[in-house]
């Protein structure tokens, strides 16, 4: 495996952990341990903390990305009203006639809703459920897709083509949900 620059802190080695992950599907400790330059006690603590926060699933050495189906279920609503407070809040940084990148994801699904009063929007999105909620909006705004390679874990296109078209374009505002992780 091919080591970048290492990450610096908690947070951002649980990110990592996280993006190897979604890349691979399935990650061991030694794997982790040896991407990362740390100790084997400091990525299990990691991956615990991570299966405790539902995003993942441990196994014997290692663990799994956390099943789409098992997902699904946990969303509970509370959940959901956070999404939506936190969709209703971005929204309202929006104004009429901005350029925006939205991400793929379901609290960025949450926030499309909430944009519907908005005029002459340009919205860029690599995700296909997104594109289908923007046609759907009263005001419809101007919709541009990333293109790249389709990533069936994020749904959403992914990659260097994806990049370039993002870097060829002005933007006011870029929405994307963060993981926090604990």
Known sequence: MKRTGQPRNTQQRRHAIMRHLQQQGEVSVEQLVQLLDTSEVTIRKDLT?????????????GAILMPKE????????????RKLVIAKAAAECIRDHNRII???GSTTAALIKQL???????????SLSVAT???????????????????IRSESFQ??????VLRSYDFDQLLLVQMVLI
């Open 49 to 61: 903390v991570l299966e405790s926060s539902g995003f993942l699933l441990r196994k014997y050495g």
């Open 70 to 81: 098992i997902i699904d279920e946990n969303e509970n609503e509370e959940l959901s009203k």
């Open 102 to 104: 939205v991400d793929s």
């Open 116 to 126: 519907n009063r908005k005029q002459g929007l340009i919205v860029m999105t690599n």
């Open 133 to 151: 909620e923007l046609r759907a909006l009263e005001n419809e705004p101007t919709l541009l897709m990333t293109g790249g390679t389709w990533d």
């Open 159 to 164: 990659g260097k083509v994806a990049e370039q």
